[in-house]
C-alpha cells in the first residue's frame, strides 16, 4: 500500500493505492496533524461486509469502474471508436511529484489506456485544484470522464445552486437519499439553471459556523454533478463536462479542474476560499495595479437608438455623477436598430456613427472617462451579411428553435475564429478601448465542448494581442460565470436585473464563490425594466456599492435629490475601493430573516464594512442585535454607521449610533452584535469599523 498527502494549511487530502487497485481519497477534510500515520489512517478507511453484500466493497476510487462490481455510478464510460462499451480496469502504475503537484497514473494495458489524476495544493487560498486526464493508443469515444472523485462526508447535506434569468444563483438545500442526486447543464454555457458548484454541509453548519465542503468545476460548456449515496452508505461527489458532449473520437481528453476547499467556519470559510483562489490565482488582470473603474452603461437609457449628442450629454452626466467608464452597449453596429438584425457583422454603423467613434471618445477623454464597447462574438442573426455568406459556419440544422432571434456560430471551425478575431481586432486597434461586455443570449441547439474550447482560444487570442483590454463575461446575465472563463475574464455581469432587492440577494448568494473586485453591481432606473418594482435611490446605491459599482440607466431622469445621494454614494465607494475590493465577503446570519447582511474585511483584519439590508418587514418592532465575525476578539473597533443621515421620523428612540461613534471589542462585536436603528422595508444601513 502507497499513501500521499497534501496539505494548503487548512485541507488535509489523504490517497492510498492498494496492489492491482485504482488510488482513492481515504480523507478529505480539515486540517491534520502533521504526524498523522497515513498507513493507518488508509487502513482504517476498509469498511466491513455482512449478509447480503459480496465479500469485499469494491473501492471507491478516484474513477470508480463499472467492471469492479462498484454498486454506483462509475466515472469513466468510455467506447471504441466504433461505438463498442469498453470495460476498462486501470491499475496503479506511479506517483509523480513535481513543482507542489501530485500525479497518480494509472494504466490498462490491454485497452492501452492511461488515466493520470493530478492535485495541486494551493495554500494562500485554501484550495486544491484536482483534473483528470485519459489517454489512449487507438481512438476512442468519450461518453463520461470525471474530475478525480471525491467521498462526501457522512453527515449533514447538500447546497447545490440554481437559477433562472434575473434570478440567478438560488441556494437549494438537499438532503442526502439512497441513489442519485444530479444536476447537469445541457445547454452549451455554464447556465443559470445550474452553476457548477456544490457545498457539503456538516450537522448544524450556518453562514459563520460548522464545518462546510466546498467543490466548483471550473468549465463554460455545460457540466454534470453527481452526488450519490451507495447501497452499502458511502457517499460520492462527481463533476465534470456535461455527459455525451465529447463527439469526436480523439486520443486524449481531459476534465476542466475541480476547486476544492474545507472551512471550520460555515458557508463563509467557503466563500473566502473561493472569492481569494478566483481574484488571485485565476484572474489575470490586464492592469493589476489599476483601480477598479465605476462604469456607466447606457443599455437601459438609450438601448439601440444611438444618437452622438444624446451620448455625449448621459456621458457628461454620468461623469458628474462620478462614472469614468462608458460602456456603448448593443446597436453600434451592421444595421442593428433591433435584436432580429446584423449580429456577426461587427462594423460601425455609419448612419449612426458617420464619423465612427473618435468624436464620442474625445468627450469621453474631455471628462476622464474610458470607453468600452458590447460584442457578442460567438451569436449570428440569419439577416446578416455573415450569414448570408456563409451559411455552413451557423451550428445546428437549419430547422433548429430559434432563441432571442439568433443562432450560434460553430466556434469550433478556424475559418470563424479567424474571421471574427479580424473584425473585432480592426475595431480594437483603431480606438483606444479598454473594455469589451463580450456577451452570449442563446444557447446552443446542442451541447458540445468544443464551442467552449473554441471560445476560449479566441479570448486568448485577443487577450494576447490586446493585454490591456480587460473583458467582462455577460450571458443574459449570470449564465457564464465559472472559473474557466474567468482564465480570460475579470469582470463578470450577475444577472440582467438591475432590481436593487433581488440583486442583493443574488450577490450576497453569489458570495459563496465570487469576490467583490470580479462582480459588476449597477444602480438601475426608478422603475425597474424587468420587475416594474420602483425602489429608493438610496438602496439602488447601497446595492450597487456592495462590489464593483457602475450604473446602467437614463441619469437625465435622476432628480437633483437623487443626483446628490448618487454622488456622495459612488464618493465613498472610491474611497474604499482600494482595500474593499481585495477584502473577504463574510456572510452574516441574521436572528432576523428580513435583514440581508454581510461584513467586508480587510485582509489585514483592521477594517470593515457591514452592509445590513432591511429587505422586508420584520415580525418584531425593535432590531435584533446583528453579530460580526472574523474579528480579534481582544482587539477594539472604532464603530461609526456611515448613512445615519438616513434614519427616518418613524426611528424615534436614541440609540448610540444614530448619534454619536463607539469603540467596542471584537469579543462583544462577534458574541453580541451591533444594534442598529429601526428603519423602512427595502433600506440599508452601512457600518464601518477600523481596528482602533
Avoid at 69 to 97: D, H, I, M, N, Y
Avoid at 347 to 354: A, N, T, Y
Wanted: with cysteine.
Amino acid at each position: 500500500m502507497q499513501v500521499w498527502r497534501l496539505d494548503d494549511g487548512r485541507q488535509t487530502l489523504v490517497l492510498s493505492a492498494r496492489a492491482g487497485e485504482m488510488a482513492e481519497v481515504v480523507y478529505w477534510g480539515l486540517a491534520l496533524p502533521a504526524d498523522e500515520d497515513l498507513k493507518a489512517l488508509a487502513a482504517m478507511a476498509v469498511q466491513d461486509v455482512t449478509g447480503g453484500m459480496i465479500d469485499a466493497l469494491p473501492p471507491l476510487s478516484l474513477c470508480p469502474e463499472a467492471g469492479r462490481s462498484f454498486p454506483g455510478q462509475p466515472g469513466l464510460v468510455l467506447r471504441s471508436a466504433q461505438g463498442a462499451l469498453l470495460s476498462t480496469r486501470l491499475v496503479f502504475e506511479r506517483a509523480e511529484v513535481a513543482a507542489g503537484r501530485l500525479t497518480l497514473w494509472h494504466r490498462d494495458a490491454g485497452l492501452g489506456l492511461r488515466y493520470g489524476a493530478h492535485f495541486e495544493p494551493c495554500r494562500d487560498s485554501h484550495v486544491i485544484r484536482a483534473w483528470a486526464e485519459l489517454m489512449a493508443d487507438q481512438h476512442v469515444r468519450l461518453d463520461w470522464l470525471a474530475a478525480p472523485v471525491l467521498p462526501a462526508p457522512q453527515d449533514g447535506g447538500m447546497v447545490d445552486v440554481s437559477g433562472r434569468w434575473i434570478g440567478e444563483f438560488r441556494l437549494n438545500k438537499v438532503g442526502w437519499r439512497p441513489g442519485v442526486h444530479l444536476r447537469e447543464s445541457r445547454l452549451g454555457r455554464t447556465d443559470h439553471a445550474h452553476f457548477p458548484g456544490l457545498l457539503l454541509t456538516g450537522a448544524g453548519a450556518t453562514n459563520t459556523a460548522g464545518r462546510v465542503h466546498g467543490l466548483h468545476y471550473g468549465w463554460s460548456g455545460g457540466h454534470r454533478m453527481l452526488a450519490e449515496e451507495l447501497p452499502d452508505g458511502r457517499r460520492q461527489v462527481q463533476f465534470g463536462h456535461a455527459q455525451g458532449t465529447e463527439l469526436e473520437p480523439a486520443q486524449r481528453f481531459e476534465t476542466a479542474v475541480l476547486f476544492l476547499t474545507v472551512s471550520d467556519s460555515g458557508l463563509s470559510g467557503v466563500g473566502t476560499a473561493f472569492q481569494r483562489h478566483l481574484r488571485d490565482r485565476v484572474v489575470t488582470w490586464p492592469m493589476p495595479d489599476a483601480p477598479r473603474r465605476v462604469h456607466y452603461n447606457c443599455w437601459e437609457a438609450v438601448y439601440f437608438d444611438h444618437n452622438l449628442e444624446t451620448l455625449k450629454d448621459i456621458a457628461s452626466r454620468a461623469a458628474d455623477l462620478g462614472a469614468e467608464r462608458f460602456v456603448l452597449d448593443d446597436g453600434w453596429f451592421g444595421r442593428r436598430d433591433d435584436d432580429t438584425t446584423s449580429l456577426g457583422d461587427w462594423g460601425i454603423d455609419p448612419r449612426k456613427w458617420p464619423d465612427g467613434f473618435a468624436p464620442f471618445i474625445e468627450h469621453l477623454t474631455a471628462l476622464g472617462m474610458s470607453f468600452g464597447l458590447w460584442f457578442e462574438p460567438e451569436m449570428v442573426n440569419l439577416k446578416s451579411d455573415l450569414a448570408r455568406a456563409h451559411p455552413d459556419w451557423v451550428l445546428g440544422p437549419e430547422d433548429q428553435i430559434e432563441g432571442r432571434q439568433q443562432r450560434v456560430l460553430d466556434m469550433s471551425r478556424s475559418e470563424v475564429r479567424d474571421y471574427l478575431y479580424a473584425r473585432i481586432a480592426a475595431v480594437l486597434g483603431r480606438y483606444p478601448i479598454d473594455y469589451i461586455k463580450w456577451d452570449h443570449n442563446r444557447v446552443l441547439p446542442m451541447p458540445d465542448a468544443r464551442q467552449a474550447r473554441g471560445t476560449y482560444a479566441l479570448m486568448d487570442r485577443l487577450r494576447a494581442d490586446f493585454p490591456a483590454v480587460e473583458i467582462e463575461s455577460c450571458a443574459s446575465g449570470g449564465g457564464r460565470i465559472d472559473f474557466g472563463i474567468m482564465q480570460r475574464c475579470s469582470r463578470i455581469w450577475l444577472s440582467d436585473s438591475n432590481d436593487a432587492l433581488e440583486r442583493a440577494r443574488i450577490q450576497h448568494d453569489a458570495a459563496l464563490f465570487l469576490p467583490a473586485a470580479v462582480t459588476g453591481s449597477h444602480v438601475g432606473p426608478r422603475r425597474c425594466h424587468t420587475s416594474g418594482r420602483v425602489i429608493d435611490i438610496r438602496f439602488r446605491a447601497w446595492v450597487a456599492a456592495q462590489r464593483q459599482m457602475g450604473f446602467e440607466m437614463d441619469p437625465r431622469e435622476l432628480t437633483t435629490e437623487e443626483a446628490g445621494v448618487l454622488q456622495q454614494v459612488t464618493q465613498w465607494w472610491k474611497d474604499n475601493r482600494d482595500w474593499r475590493m481585495a477584502a473577504d465577503i463574510l456572510r452574516l446570519d441574521s436572528t432576523d430573516p428580513a435583514v440581508l447582511a454581510e461584513m467586508q474585511l480587510a485582509r489585514d483584519a483592521a477594517r470593515f464594512v457591514v452592509f445590513a439590508a432591511q429587505m422586508g418587514a420584520s415580525d418584531q418592532i425593535v432590531p435584533r442585535p446583528l453579530r460580526l465575525t472574523g474579528l480579534e476578539r481582544d482587539a477594539r473597533y472604532d464603530i461609526t454607521l456611515v448613512n445615519r443621515a438616513e434614519a427616518v421620523g418613524l426611528s424615534r428612540g436614541v440609540p448610540l449610533l444614530k448619534s454619536a461613534d463607539v469603540t467596542l471589542s471584537g469579543a462583544y462585536l462577534m458574541q453580541h452584535g451591533l444594534t442598529l436603528p429601526w428603519c423602512f422595508p427595502q433600506t440599508m444601513w452601512v457600518v464601518e469599523g477600523k481596528r482602533a
